[in-house]
Protein backbone atom coordinates (compact mmCIF):
# COMPACT_ATOMS: atom_id res chain seq x y z
CA UNK A 1 0.00 0.00 0.00
CA UNK A 2 1.04 3.61 -0.99
CA UNK A 3 0.68 6.21 1.90
CA UNK A 4 0.58 9.64 0.54
CA UNK A 5 -0.34 11.30 4.24
CA UNK A 6 0.93 9.23 7.70
CA UNK A 7 1.61 9.90 10.94
CA UNK A 8 4.32 13.33 12.06
CA UNK A 9 7.04 10.31 12.08
CA UNK A 10 6.58 9.54 8.77
CA UNK A 11 5.20 12.27 6.83
CA UNK A 12 8.67 13.91 5.69
CA UNK A 13 8.82 10.47 3.74
CA UNK A 14 5.74 10.77 2.16
CA UNK A 15 4.75 9.05 -0.30
CA UNK A 16 6.00 5.98 1.46
CA UNK A 17 5.00 2.26 0.92
CA UNK A 18 3.53 0.03 3.35
CA UNK A 19 4.10 -4.29 3.16
CA UNK A 20 2.92 -7.01 5.19
CA UNK A 21 6.53 -9.15 5.55
CA UNK A 22 6.18 -13.20 5.92
CA UNK A 23 8.69 -14.94 7.86
CA UNK A 24 9.23 -18.99 6.66
CA UNK A 25 7.97 -20.63 9.82
CA UNK A 26 6.17 -17.52 11.40
CA UNK A 27 2.23 -17.79 11.54
CA UNK A 28 2.05 -13.81 11.58
CA UNK A 29 2.66 -10.85 9.46
CA UNK A 30 4.87 -7.94 10.75
CA UNK A 31 3.96 -4.37 8.52
CA UNK A 32 6.46 -2.47 7.76
CA UNK A 33 8.28 0.43 5.41
CA UNK A 34 9.49 -0.77 1.87
CA UNK A 35 12.25 1.46 0.45
CA UNK A 36 13.94 1.50 -2.89
CA UNK A 37 10.99 0.56 -5.07
CA UNK A 38 8.67 2.84 -6.86
CA UNK A 39 4.60 1.28 -6.14
CA UNK A 40 4.25 0.10 -10.01
CA UNK A 41 7.35 -2.18 -8.92
CA UNK A 42 5.55 -3.98 -5.87
CA UNK A 43 4.29 -7.24 -6.25
CA UNK A 44 3.16 -10.10 -3.89
CA UNK A 45 5.85 -12.92 -2.87
CA UNK A 46 8.53 -9.98 -3.98
CA UNK A 47 12.01 -10.66 -2.40
CA UNK A 48 13.10 -8.13 0.32
CA UNK A 49 15.71 -8.07 3.15
CA UNK A 50 16.05 -6.05 6.43
CA UNK A 51 17.67 -2.88 6.87
CA UNK A 52 18.25 -1.25 10.54
CA UNK A 53 18.86 2.51 10.69
CA UNK A 54 22.27 2.64 12.06
CA UNK A 55 21.32 5.58 15.13
CA UNK A 56 18.63 3.17 16.89
CA UNK A 57 15.83 5.48 18.59
CA UNK A 58 13.75 2.56 19.59
CA UNK A 59 11.01 3.77 16.90
CA UNK A 60 9.09 1.88 14.45
CA UNK A 61 11.06 3.85 11.54
CA UNK A 62 14.48 2.23 13.04
CA UNK A 63 13.80 -1.00 10.71
CA UNK A 64 12.56 -1.45 6.85
CA UNK A 65 12.63 -3.54 4.49
CA UNK A 66 14.20 -3.39 0.70
CA UNK A 67 13.86 -5.50 -2.03
CA UNK A 68 16.61 -8.09 -2.92
CA UNK A 69 18.77 -8.04 -6.22
CA UNK A 70 16.54 -11.03 -7.40
CA UNK A 71 13.69 -8.66 -7.10
CA UNK A 72 14.87 -6.16 -9.24
CA UNK A 73 15.32 -8.80 -12.07
Same mark, same amino acid.
Given at each position: +? +? #????? &? *?? !?? &?????? %?? =? *? #? &?? %???? #?? +? @? !? !?????? &? =? ?5 ? @???? @? @??? /?? /?? +???? #????? %?? /? /?
Amino acid at each position: +T +T #FYFGS &E *EF !LP &ECPFNL %AL =I *E #F &EG %ANTL #FL +T @R !L !LGCEQD &E =IYVGMPV @RARF @R @RLS /KF /KP +TDVY #FVPTE %AA /K /K
